[in-house]
């Protein structure tokens, strides 16, 4: 016999051979389970225990807790669902509600400064004639600016000139390339390799934590900021 024809025989029976068992197993006799069975209940305390579980009272009032603050929650809870599934709330109150949420939301974005470019500070109307945010270091005479604003005793503006400030004094020796929109990290990382990152980023951390931490700042914090820029000034006239 060919071997080619001895391997298609092979091959069929092995495949006919499953449906073969599948059909004698099927021509068996059902044998049907007479073996008597012995129903288990639960004991009448454990039936108590859920009938009066929280969990399993869907349709019916469920009694509240023993617990006075639980109590008390679930009392809120219900006047507040109350109040919101009736029909002054879905006619008035929803929009009070959401007038105020709003409210807050833009009083902590005014808060964290990030609506600066929807209340920008107009020339002449505030310490200084340009706008926070949009300055150009090329343009502003500091000295004069940072003596007009520390009359005013607003040492948080005058932190941001002094950072300004020495911006200008890196791009004007060629250590770093400004930018109005770079980030404060960038420069930094143009300082990376010389000796006067870490200064920099001391003069950085503090004018951060003053003008995007809000922080507090009087003349004695100023005072020490102000040191800081001329020493660091001083560093960069000596190279």
């Known amino acids: 016999m060919p071997i080619r024809l001895l391997f298609w025989v092979l091959l069929l029976?092995?495949?006919?051979?499953?449906?073969?068992r599948g059909q004698a197993d099927s021509a068996a006799p059902l044998r049907l389970d007479r073996s008597a069975i012995t129903p288990r209940y639960p004991a009448a305390g454990q039936l108590e225990g859920f009938r009066n579980d929280r969990h399993y009272q869907?349709?019916?009032e469920v009694p509240p807790p023993?617990?006075?603050?639980l109590r008390w929650l679930d009392w809120l809870w219900r006047q507040l669902t109350g109040f919101l599934q009736g029909e002054s709330?879905?006619?008035f109150w929803q929009y009070v509600l959401m007038a105020a949420v709003a409210a807050m939301v833009l009083y902590f974005l005014y808060r964290a400064r990030a609506l600066d470019?929807?209340?920008?500070q107009r020339a002449g109307e505030g310490t200084l004639a340009y706008v926070v945010g949009q300055e150009n270091i090329h343009e502003i005479d500091f000295d004069e600016a940072l003596e007009r604003v520390l009359a005013q005793r607003d040492y948080r503006l005058a932190?941001?000139?002094?950072?300004?400030?020495?911006?200008?004094q890196l791009t004007d020796q060629e250590l770093i390339h400004w930018q109005p929109n770079r980030t404060n990290y960038s420069y930094l990382q143009e300082l990376a390799a010389t000796p006067l990152q870490p200064e920099f980023e001391r003069l950085t951390r503090r004018f951060e934590y003053?003008?995007?931490g809000d922080f507090r700042i009087g003349a004695e914090d100023f005072g020490e900021m102000r040191e800081w820029a001329h020493s660091f000034s001083q560093q960069l006239s000596r190279r």
Not at 66 to 69: A, E, H, K, R
Request: hydrophobic content about 45%; glycine content about 6%.
């Open 159 to 168: 932190t941001r000139l002094l950072y300004l400030k020495t911006l200008k």
């Open 117 to 120: 470019f929807l209340f920008q």
């Open 58 to 60: 869907y349709d019916r």
């Open 13 to 20: 029976g092995l495949g006919f051979a499953p449906a073969a």
């Open 89 to 91: 709330y879905r006619s």
């Open 210 to 212: 003053v003008w995007y």
């Open 66 to 69: 023993d617990n006075p603050l």
